[in-house]
């Protein structure tokens, strides 16, 4: 059973670089069959889509983050990686790690998130 | 962008009763939308996917209908573990994929 644990920092400083990690287990980030993404869900709020990647680096983003926003693969440790540049504390957020079905738009499995605190 | 609305934002009901959940499109998504279980702590769980298939392992108590713009999330009748928050999520004009909201669906 495909599992997504994500990983890094739980507190980053205010106009630094947010990074997380996402590992994948019980199945391969190398299939042609799916992209892998990022979502995330202010405290208390609902969820936004930041960002999805394939295993050769085709990837797509939120316009609204999409400047701000690097996603990676690292198909020979079976990991893909945010990184969210300039952050503020509007980013405070669980981030979670998500697989998408190619040509489909759903997301399943999730990770089970982490949160991260943007604060000095 | 296409924005989706969730109503009602709270649905206060009890055990055994029928729940009706409903998401509004911005513009026509045809039949590409699913619904999402949110429980407290947990990530979002995926129930229903093309308006209206089930995934894997969800009971049949939860159906989904609707397409275009007006979508509605059924739970036939409520079990304890059914008490969470629910998202809708367009998948059919991206990027982005855009959410609803959540409607809260709290036991009365």
């Known amino acids: 059973q495909l599992q997504l644990q994500e990983s890094g920092p739980g507190l980053v400083k205010p106009s630094e670089t947010l990074s997380l990690t996402c590992t994948v287990s019980?199945?391969?980030?190398?299939?042609?069959?799916?992209?892998w993404g990022w979502i995330r869900q202010p405290p208390g709020k609902g969820l936004e889509w930041i960002g999805s990647?394939?295993?050769?680096?085709?990837?797509y983003y939120n316009p609204s983050l999409k400047s701000r926003v690097t996603l990676s693969v690292d198909t020979s440790k079976n990991q893909f990686s945010l990184k969210l540049s300039s952050v503020t504390a509007a980013d405070t957020a669980v981030f979670y790690c998500?697989?998408?079905?190619?040509?489909?738009?759903?997301?399943?499995?999730w990770g089970q998130g982490t949160l991260v605190t943007v604060s000095s | 962008e296409i924005v989706m609305t969730q109503s009602p934002a709270t649905l206060s009901l009890s055990p055994g009763e029928r729940a009706t959940l409903s998401c509004r499109a911005s513009?026509?998504?045809?039949?590409?939308l699913a619904w999402y279980q949110q429980k407290p702590g947990q990530a979002p769980r995926l129930l229903i996917y093309?308006?209206?298939t089930r995934a894997t392992g969800i009971p049949a108590r939860f159906s989904g209908s609707g397409s275009g713009t007006e979508f509605t999330l059924t739970i036939s009748s409520l079990q304890s573990e059914d008490f969470a928050v629910y998202y809708c999520?367009?998948?059919?004009?991206?990027?982005?994929?855009?959410f609803g909201q959540g409607t809260k669906l709290e036991i009365k």
């Open positions: 093309g308006a209206s």
């Open positions: 998500v697989r998408r079905i190619l040509g489909r738009g759903w997301f399943d499995p």
């Open positions: 513009q026509s998504v045809s039949s590409n």
């Open positions: 019980g199945g391969s980030i190398s299939s042609s069959s799916y992209y």
């Open positions: 990647i394939y295993y050769s680096g085709n990837a």
């Open positions: 999520q367009q998948y059919n004009n991206w990027p982005p994929y855009t």
